[in-house]
């Protein structure tokens, strides 16, 4: 074939055309990857998750209101499930009754305390007559003016002065060390009944069992006229407003991932046009397999090496999340920018963590202080 075939030259242009781009692309592979590519981990195994926080009850009863059902949407504090009150009401009268009656006690305490020094004075009083009607008579005696059986029977006098004073001490003391350094107020079978009477209000307030936190109601099993007990779940409340991902990097790519890179994300439901901003918060302190219920033992012969992952949490962007919310389980597709992979691998966030709480179990005494006072103003 002749060099100077054209359909030779134009093969050979192709091939050199070809070449060349294969070169550049290689080269702009390479340029990506040194300044771009290898600064970025991605992973498909990646989930949303949550707080899945159960709601129970603290008292048993039957079940007479629910007022949510799965997908609700509740506020804190707001009333989910209504137990019968019946029986603690029933408690919580007879509890004001026994402050009642706790409080007239101890008064009569009290006032059998004054009887006792009372009798103890007579006591006193008719032991030193006893003595001085004794001591006479043995001076008679003395004299012979009296016989043996009229002092004996001054002695007997005496004798029996004493008993009755040590009888009437040791009643006295005993009734004292009841009220010893007290008053009604502050006895302690008076603050028992209050205490009493505190803890029946609470049941009481018990039989309504609220929302610990805003969220969205899920996995109710209670039903109207149900039987429950104490700690018995009855529904789920899953706050979607704290959502996390967590995304499960295998260990290879773990080597520049740290707490505080910044991270893309995109979810299944809304696609690639919704882009999540993320932060790593922190990597697990193990693999997956290593909290398992059964970890896999490798100490056997037949042994086959499985890259393992590690569950890393991303924090994200709360208006982004408000305004593509998502739910505990959802797929995710993450990629984290590992330019400051420099800092220490254990470096945590700035700041701390606010301690998840609820202060729907404060219950305010005021209200049982109230009914208190009203028993203390008509008992005393």
């Known amino acids: 074939m002749s060099e100077l075939d054209p359909h030779f030259q134009k093969k050979k242009n192709t091939v050199v055309i070809l070449s060349i781009s294969v070169i550049l692309a290689c080269l702009g592979v390479y340029i990506w990857w040194t300044n771009i590519g290898q600064f970025y981990e991605k992973t498909e195994d990646a989930y949303v998750s949550g707080n899945v926080i159960n709601v129970m009850s603290q008292v048993s009863g039957t079940v007479t209101d629910i007022m949510a059902d799965n997908t609700s949407s509740v506020q804190e504090a707001d009333v989910l499930v209504q137990v019968s009150p019946v029986n603690a009401e029933l408690a919580l009268e007879q509890a004001e009754a026994n402050l009642a009656s706790t409080i007239r006690s101890v008064r009569n305490d009290f006032a059998s305390l004054d009887q006792q020094k009372a009798s103890v004075d007579l006591a006193k009083i008719a032991l030193e007559k006893a003595q001085k009607d004794f001591k006479r008579r043995v001076n008679l005696k003395k004299n012979n003016l009296i016989s043996n059986e009229d002092l004996s029977h001054y002695e007997s006098t005496l004798t029996s002065a004493k008993a009755s004073f040590n009888v009437a001490q040791k009643s006295y003391e005993a009734s004292k060390t009841k009220v010893d350094n007290t008053t ?11 205490s009493a009477l505190k803890a029946a209000w609470l049941t009481l307030n018990r039989t309504k069992i609220l929302s610990p936190a805003d969220g969205y109601i899920a996995q109710r099993s209670v039903q109207v006229g149900q039987h429950v007990s104490a700690g018995t779940t009855l529904m789920s409340v899953i706050p979607l407003k704290n959502v996390w991902v967590t995304a499960n990097f295998k260990e290879t790519q773990l080597g520049n991932l740290r707490a505080g890179q910044t991270a893309i ?15 790593v918060k922190g990597i697990e302190p193990g693999t997956g397999s290593a909290f398992s219920l059964l970890p896999a033992s490798n100490a056997t012969g037949n042994w086959i090496k499985v890259v393992q992952r590690v569950p890393v949490r991303i924090v994200l962007d709360p208006l982004a999340l408000a305004e593509h919310p998502l739910r505990p389980g959802l797929s995710m597709s993450v990629e984290v920018d590992t330019h400051n992979a420099g800092k220490p691998t254990l470096t945590p966030l700035s700041g701390t963590q606010a301690p998840w709480r609820t202060a729907v179990f404060d219950h305010n005494d005021d209200k049982v202080d109230v009914i208190i006072q009203k028993i203390i103003k008509e008992s005393m």
Not at 265 to 279: A, K, W
């Open 184 to 194: 009604v107020l502050t006895h302690p079978d008076v603050l028992k009944a209050m």
């Open 265 to 279: 994300l995109t979810s299944d439901v809304y696609g690639s046009s919704v882009t999540y901003q993320g932060t």
